[in-house]
C-alpha cells in the first residue's frame, strides 16, 4: 500500500511571500487533515476533510492560511502571506473513516520562513 | 477543549534501562491511540486502546489504558537504541475522527 505523498520536503521563503504545500492520502482514505508542528511540541491540527468537504477548521488562522480538497483526493494548503512563526513542519495525514485505525502521516514539509 | 497532560517531557535512560510516559485527561476518553517519532521524522502509529482498564503489548512495549478511561500509560522494557523518539499520546476528541495529541515524552539514551 503506497503511503501519504507530500511535496515539497522542503521549502524556504522570506516573510510575507506565498507557498503552497500538496498532499495525496493513501487510495480510499475519506479523511485528510493537515497538522502544524513546530519544533519540540506537538501536532497541531489546522484543517479535516472529510472527502472534499471541510468538517474542522476552527484553528486555521483563516487570514493567511487555506486549503482546498477539490475532487475528494489529494489537498493543497496554502500560506499567503508567509510570516516568521509559520515555521514549522506541516504534515499531512489520512485515515480510512471509522475504522479506528490509526492516521497515515506523510513525511511532511519542513518550513523555514526568513 | 479537551486537553491531556503527558508526562514526563523528557526522559534520560542508559540502554538496556526501562522507560515509562503517562498521559492523563480529566475527562472520560472514547479511546486513545499512541504514536512514536524519530527524530526528523514523522508521527507512526503504534496502537489504540479501546476497552477499560485494556493492556496490550508489543514485544518490549506494553500499553495499558486506566479503568476509569482517563489516563493511559505505555511502557518500555530493556530500552534500546532504536527505541529513541518522542512518544505521543493522541486521545479521541468529541469526533472519533479527530485526535487531540499531548506534547509527548522524549526518549533519549544516555551514551
Known amino acids: 500500500e503506497a503511503g501519504v505523498a507530500q511535496s515539497p520536503r522542503y521549502k524556504i521563503i522570506e516573510k510575507r511571500q506565498s507557498v503552497a504545500f500538496w498532499c495525496n492520502p493513501i487510495s480510499g482514505h475519506a479523511t485528510l487533515y493537515w497538522y502544524q508542528q513546530i519544533l519540540g511540541q506537538g501536532p497541531k491540527l489546522l484543517i479535516q476533510f472529510q472527502n472534499n468537504g471541510v468538517v474542522d477548521d476552527s484553528q486555521l488562522p483563516k487570514d493567511r492560511f487555506s486549503a482546498e480538497r477539490l475532487k475528494g483526493v489529494d489537498s493543497t494548503l496554502k500560506i499567503q502571506p508567509a510570516k516568521l512563526e509559520d515555521s514549522a513542519v506541516y504534515l499531512c495525514?489520512?485515515?480510512?473513516?471509522?475504522?479506528?485505525?490509526?492516521?497515515?502521516f506523510g513525511s511532511g514539509t519542513r518550513l523555514t520562513v526568513v | 477543549g479537551q486537553q491531556v497532560m503527558q508526562i514526563p517531557q523528557y526522559q534520560h535512560v542508559q540502554e538496556g534501562e526501562d522507560f515509562t510516559t503517562y498521559c492523563n485527561s480529566s475527562t472520560t476518553l472514547s479511546n486513545i491511540q499512541w504514536y512514536k517519532q524519530r527524530p526528523g521524522g514523522h508521527p507512526v502509529f503504534l496502537i489504540q486502546l479501546v476497552k477499560s482498564g485494556e493492556v496490550k503489548k508489543q514485544k518490549r512495549l506494553t500499553f495499558q489504558f486506566g479503568e476509569a478511561k482517563k489516563n493511559s500509560s505505555l511502557h518500555i522494557t530493556a530500552t534500546q537504541t532504536t527505541d529513541v523518539g518522542t512518544y505521543f499520546c493522541a486521545p479521541a476528541g468529541d469526533s472519533n475522527y479527530q485526535l487531540i495529541w499531548g506534547a509527548g515524552t522524549k526518549l533519549i539514551i544516555k551514551p
Open positions: 495525514a489520512s485515515s480510512l473513516t471509522g475504522t479506528g485505525v490509526g492516521y497515515t
